[in-house]
């Protein structure tokens, strides 16, 4: 039997045996190898915002030094501008749409910076009945925002590829949403 050693924890090496023993116990984790490093990372926190530019927020290890971090990325989930959810077409026979797109892409604005290229983002829909529509597929994209007369940044970014409505709609800022009387 061969067994492969990886230094990839700090209480030691782990032989290739017991990691996949690991992995099969943790299989609904992603669990990837990379340069001797396990990468785990926490799903992404809801957006800290219904609608406009908000925060989501994450632990991984996944750097250089294999430690775990907290990871931040903006999010937008829906515009703010109610005149636009108007715009919204619902197919005839159903109450919900979960994604549209704006019909030209735009800039994004973030704290008084715009982005060097313009997005044509998928949003969150909208329902007619009490559902709201949340992502349930995303991308992390890189974003470069351009301040006037102080130069440039980057920011990472969700970016939206489907929604889904659901019946149980929380509010991202209510820790206490999950909470369920007994």
Known sequence: ??????????????????LC?????YRNLPLVLKKKC?????PWTPCSRTCGIGISSRVTNENSKCEMRKEKRLCFIQPCQTNILKTIKIPKGKTCQPTF??????KLIFSGCSTAQSYKLTFCGMCLDKRCCIPS????????FECPNEGSFKWKMMWVTSCVCQRICSDPRDIFSELKIL
């Open 21 to 25: 023993v690991a992995v099969l116990a």
């Open 1 to 18: 039997m061969l067994t492969l050693s990886f230094s990839i924890n700090p209480f030691g090496p782990v032989s290739l045996q017991k």
């Open 101 to 106: 797109q704006l019909p030209t892409a735009e």
């Open 137 to 144: 597929k995303s991308k992390t994209i890189t974003v470069q």
């Open 38 to 42: 396990l990468v785990q990372a926490t």
